[in-house]
């Protein structure tokens, strides 16, 4: 029997990083802001953060809401409608864009990633794609959700769920990956994967 030998590929740790100063040093500061002004502010500070967040180039509506243990990447990056939540300790890694719709709720735990690596490139490059979250949808406690993904109008996906492609309008979905298991029916009261 003879062993496969894998292709031996060298990634290079010397490369220049694909952000420059300006962003580098936006994002120093506000990690200082974010340390010393947002995380201390009480649950009900929702105006003061996005006041913060908007002066970091955020998008915000005057009802969005951002609880004061998120973690944002890139701020400039961060758009949020009317009413949208994103709740305790979520981690949104916005190197693109994330666009979190009206009355769309991004529950604790959950980690939104714009970026990733190319595997094929032998430098390993960066990547980055926008993730959409469309009005009324809802992610679950602990949702990953993963670049150039979009979570359809009114979409629910479930605790702990991995996504990874578009997730259909309406519909609930959930697993790692993320399957649907039904289509949503406002009003119908249905048993999951009935």
């Not at 890139?74 to 190197?95: F, H, K, R, T």
Request: charged letters at 20%; proline letters at 8%.
């Amino acid at each position: 029997m003879s062993a496969q030998i894998a292709p031996r590929i060298r990634v290079r740790n010397d490369l220049p990083s694909t952000y420059g100063w300006r962003n580098k040093a936006a994002r120093a500061l506000w990690g200082v802001v974010w340390a010393l002004l947002f995380r201390p502010t009480p649950r009900v500070c929702h105006g003061w953060r996005r006041l913060l967040l908007g002066c970091f180039g955020a998008k915000l509506a005057p009802t969005a809401r951002v609880a004061n243990s998120v973690v944002i990447w890139a701020p400039w990056n961060l758009v949020m409608d009317d009413s949208a939540e994103m709740g305790p300790d979520v981690d949104c890694y916005s190197v693109a864009t994330v666009h979190i719709g009206a009355h769309a709720t991004v529950s604790q735990y959950c980690y939104l990633c714009a970026g990733s690596r190319d595997p094929f490139d032998p430098d390993f490059s960066p990547t980055k794609a926008p993730i959409t979250i469309a009005d009324q949808a809802w992610l679950g406690a602990d949702v990953f959700l993963g670049p150039g993904v979009t979570v359809g109008q009114g979409a629910v996906v479930g605790a702990r769920s991995s996504v990874f492609a578009d997730v259909p309008p309406w519909t609930i979905s959930s697993g790692n990956p993320a399957q649907i298991l039904q289509k949503r029916e406002i009003g119908e009261k249905q048993e999951l994967g009935k």
